[in-house]
């Protein structure tokens, strides 16, 4: 059985919106880190969005197995000028609402709608699979695993943000001929 496994980065700290801004990870949970490099098959790859938070928990977990370059297209979503701003510091209290309770087409001004952020790393997922007949250890975001949830488990937008994804936890899907099944969501080793 081949797997597809998601793992969320490491805590930034921020209680921010935090999409590309390229904040650090705190890795001091070496002992979760050891479990989660432990947890996966030896000849699996390993993959990472760009930004310094993914990449540092891949090289954190990644073993002995191959790293694939960092892949621009798994970063979370764009909030534009939403940026690192909490809530409540949103100006447009009507369009931050919308974003969230319905997701879809709303943007951020400067941003990405959930539908864009959807393609983008479908998309991702699709040309990864495609090209390496492995296993494979995907260290992302939130928003990626979630795009991911979403689209094995047939949700609507609004109830695929529904669930919960901790910092270090696997998200783990079984790969098809035409579709990812989910096994696991937001696992904790």
Same mark, same amino acid.
């Given at each position: /059985?081949?797997?597809?496994?998601?793992?969320?980065?490491?805590?930034?700290?921020?209680?921010?919106?935090? #999409?590309?801004?390229?904040?650090?990870?705190?890795?001091?949970?070496? !002992?979760?880190?050891?479990?989660?490099?432990?947890?996966?098959? !030896?000849? $699996?790859? *390993?993959?990472?969005?760009?930004?310094?938070?993914?990449?540092?928990?891949?090289?954190?977990?990644?073993?002995?197995?191959?790293?694939?370059?960092?892949?621009?297209?798994?970063?979370? /979503?764009?909030?534009?000028?939403?940026?690192?701003?909490?809530?409540?510091? *949103?100006?447009?209290?009507?369009?931050?609402?919308?974003?969230?309770?319905?997701?879809?087409?709303?943007?951020?001004?400067?941003?990405?709608?959930?539908?864009?952020?959807? %393609?983008?790393?479908? &998309?991702?997922?699709?040309?990864?699979?495609?090209?390496?007949?492995?296993?494979?250890?995907? +260290?992302?975001?939130? &928003?990626?695993? +979630?795009?991911?949830?979403?689209?094995?488990? &047939?949700?609507? $937008?609004?109830?695929?943000? #529904?669930?919960?994804?901790?910092?270090? %936890?696997?998200?783990?899907?079984?790969?098809?001929?035409?579709?990812?099944? $989910?096994? !696991?969501?937001?696992?904790?080793?």
């Amino acid at each position: /059985m081949r797997r597809l496994f998601i793992v969320r980065h490491g805590p930034t700290h921020a209680k921010s919106m935090v #999409g590309w801004s390229d904040l650090p990870a705190d890795l001091s949970d070496t !002992s979760a880190l050891q479990r989660l490099e432990a947890h996966f098959p !030896s000849d $699996a790859k *390993v993959v990472s969005s760009d930004l310094v938070r993914t990449r540092t928990t891949a090289d954190a977990i990644q073993g002995t197995r191959e790293r694939l370059p960092d892949e621009p297209e798994l970063r979370e /979503m764009h909030f534009g000028d939403w940026e690192l701003k909490r809530f409540d510091e *949103v100006e447009d209290q009507d369009r931050i609402r919308r974003f969230w309770e319905q997701p879809g087409d709303v943007k951020p001004p400067n941003g990405e709608s959930w539908h864009q952020v959807v %393609s983008r790393v479908d &998309g991702a997922i699709d040309r990864l699979l495609a090209s390496h007949t492995e296993n494979l250890v995907v +260290v992302a975001h939130f &928003g990626v695993i +979630v795009t991911q949830i979403q689209r094995a488990l &047939g949700l609507t $937008a609004f109830e695929a943000f #529904g669930h919960h994804i901790d910092n270090l %936890s696997v998200t783990e899907f079984e790969v098809l001929p035409s579709r990812l099944r $989910a096994l !696991s969501i937001n696992q904790i080793l």
